[in-house]
Structure formats: C-alpha cells, structure tokens
C-alpha cells in the first residue's frame, strides 16, 4: 500500500516514527504541498494531511475530489483554522467551550466599549506566530492594537485558572495526555510533562472523544483548562498536532492510516508492546511492532 505525507516537514518526530513503522511493508511518500501536482501520479491510497497552508487544504482537495482519503479532512482542517466558526460549532454542540466574541480589526475592537475586565485576544485566523495575548485593560488594548490595527481577532472570556493546561491528544482510537504551562503564563510554557490517563479528571477522555465527533476529525488536540469547581473549559482545538513524545502516538497514526484504507496489515490484533489496552476500543495495526 501507498501511504502519502502531506507535509514540508517528513523528518517530523511523529511523522518519521510513523514513517518507520510502515516501512518495508507499505510505501510511504511526501507530498510538499507549495510544490506538489494537485493529482500526482502515481497516487497513494491514503494521505495524511499534516500542513494547513491554503495549498496544502487546495492540494487535498483535489484529492478527495478524485476519490482519496485524507486524514483529517481539508473541510475539517480549515474549520479548525477559523477561530469563530470553531467556538460556532462547539458551542451550538453543547461542548463547553469558552465565550468568543469576534472583531472585524483590533483596531475596531479598540474603539468599542470598555473591556469587562481580564480577556484573551486571538488572530481569528490560526497560524504560526499568530497573536494570542491577555488583556488586563484599555491600556493593554490600545497597546496591542497599535501594533496590530488590522489584524481579525476573536476575544475569549478569561477563566481563572491554575495556569496549566492539560493537552489532550486523539490518533484513532487511541488518547494522549500531557500538562504544558499556558502560553499566557508569565513563566513561559516550559517543557510538556506527560500525563497518566487514569490521572485525568472524571469525563476528560469522553469529551476529547465528543470533540472528534463534533469536528469530524481522526487526529486533533484539544486543550483544556479547569473552569475553577473542575468543570472543563475549552480553550482551542488543533487539526493534526505535533503530538511529541507521547509513547504510542507513532503506532496508533500507522494503525489508523492502514484502517482508513480498509486494508489493515496483517500483525491486526497484536497484543500492545506496553501491554496496555486501547483508550477506545480495537487494537493497533502496529501494537508491538518497533520502528525500523
């Protein structure tokens, strides 16, 4: 089987374990989405969409327009990319996702009322180096806006919180947990400290579980904080996350690549190395496999 890499980036940890995995068996091959042909010949069966560029969605596209899979999604992909259609669908899904509000400009949410008090100020549009920042005041605001007057924002009410944050992770069926530090801590983020599943609290797996179902995603993140009296907030969703250094994560994207084929190798149903049982059901292509 041909597997495609949607990606600048195929020496990325997660991407190249995977790559390991499937290799000799399956032929796995990288697309650059700013140069790739919108139908290259010969096509892969699957591919793995680990770019958000606008060539990137245009490229896989195309694909799915001839009849490829794409893991995730280019329409689930660009959602994600638009900070308000994100909070729109979450919040009309009942999932408890932070109040948004959206601007035209900074600029414009500068001139308008006075701040409530504390918020969160997003670029509308996700991206790299976008601007994420928390706004104590007017000053801060105008501040902000005189740097970036034209820039589409969202606003997110600020839920006081212990200043970390637990990431969670979805390759198939498999879950992921870590705490990382808020990007609005003062201390910087720091490094990201592996979480136990059985340490997370009550209700965590099935609402990463519901926000793949909401957003139609096979791979995504989602970050959480605690809204104070441990109920969950949501903070932001990701479309196919880096997902570093997270035991299994490589085995569990091979898997799901090889399952969404409908063709699943032929090691389907090995015991997992670690010995421990799927967080959703089923059992990994690639359990008990070691990269090669």
Do not use: C
């Not at 909070?87 to 509000?101: D, E, I, N, S």
């Not at 793949?212 to 989602?222: A, P, S, T």
Request: glycine letters at 8%; a negative charge.
């Amino acid at each position: 089987m041909r597997i495609g890499l949607i990606t600048r980036d195929p020496g990325h940890p997660l991407l190249a374990a995977a790559t390991s995995l499937l290799t000799p068996e399956h032929d796995v091959v990288t697309l650059d989405p700013e140069t790739a042909e919108a139908d290259p010949d010969p096509r892969a069966d699957i591919y793995l969409l680990k770019a958000r560029t606008p060539r990137a969605l245009a490229l896989a596209r195309a694909l799915e327009e001839r009849g490829t899979p794409v893991v995730n999604s280019a329409a689930a992909t660009a959602l994600l990319q638009d900070r308000t259609a994100m909070a729109q669908r979450a919040r009309r899904a009942g999932l408890p996702f932070v109040g948004t509000r959206t601007f035209a400009t900074l600029t414009e949410l500068a001139d308008g009322p006075p701040l409530p008090g504390p918020v969160v100020v997003k670029s509308r549009h996700s991206r790299k180096r976008d601007l994420v920042a928390r706004v104590d005041g007017d000053a801060d605001l105008r501040e902000l806006a005189a740097a970036h007057p034209q820039e589409p924002v969202v606003v997110q009410e600020f839920v006081p919180n212990s200043g970390w944050d637990h990431k969670l992770w979805a390759v198939g069926d498999r879950l992921f947990a870590a705490l990382r530090r808020s990007e609005l801590s003062p201390e910087g983020r720091g490094p990201t400290l592996p979480l136990a599943l059985a340490d997370l609290p009550p209700g965590r797996p099935e609402l990463v579980r519901r926000v793949g179902e909401v957003f139609e995603l096979d791979v995504y993140g989602v970050d959480v904080i605690d809204a104070g009296d441990g109920s969950p907030a949501i903070v932001d969703i990701n479309a196919f996350p880096g997902i570093r250094g997270q035991s299994g994560a490589p085995e569990a994207l091979a898997a799901l690549a090889l399952r969404r084929t409908g063709r699943p190798s032929a090691t389907e149903g090995a015991a997992r190395a670690d010995g421990a049982a799927p967080a959703y059901g089923g059992a990994s292509a690639y359990a008990g496999l070691t990269p090669r």
